[in-house]
């Protein structure tokens, strides 16, 4: 039940709520920690899972967030000339201190600072898709144009 929900999966669900959006978060029994993982606990395939991962330019400090389809891997080279500038993966830390939310649970929405976000064009070839919920077994149902209504992203090439 909605109401019993981890503090962290709470904070998506109120998020989706204050986006106008009916979707609904569902603590799976099993880990949703890797994106196989959690097509594997959805019943979908990897494709249809939406990383959200942070990426921290190497000059400014800044972070940008990439949603991509758990098929693909993020080409940074492309994304530094989408940022206009070198990026790298940055440490656990920095990820729970620009979106509050611990890997393995990064959700699309709800951090605590608004992210600069890219969204893999491949994630549009889905009709359904799930991301993560704030924990490493909480996620939720989406839409691709849900995806760009919520992050506010520009769809790239990006693997
Ligand atoms: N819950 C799943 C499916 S939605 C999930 O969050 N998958 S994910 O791909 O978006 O998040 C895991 C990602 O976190 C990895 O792909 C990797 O990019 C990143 N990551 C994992 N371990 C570390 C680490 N130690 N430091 C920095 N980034 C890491």
Redesign the pocket.
Known sequence: MADSLKTSARRVQDALLAAGLACEVVEMPKT????S??AEAAGCRVGQ??????FRGTRTGKPYLVV?S?ANRVNEKVLAGLVGEPVE????D??REKTGFA????PPLGHDEPLETYIDQGLLEHEEI???AGT?NA?FKLTPADLQAITGGRVVKIS
């Open positions: 949703t920690r890797t994106a993982e959690a899972i939406v990383k959200s991962l942070v991509a758990g993966m940055p440490d656990a920095f990820v890997i393995g649970g990064v799930w991301a993560a490493p996620i």
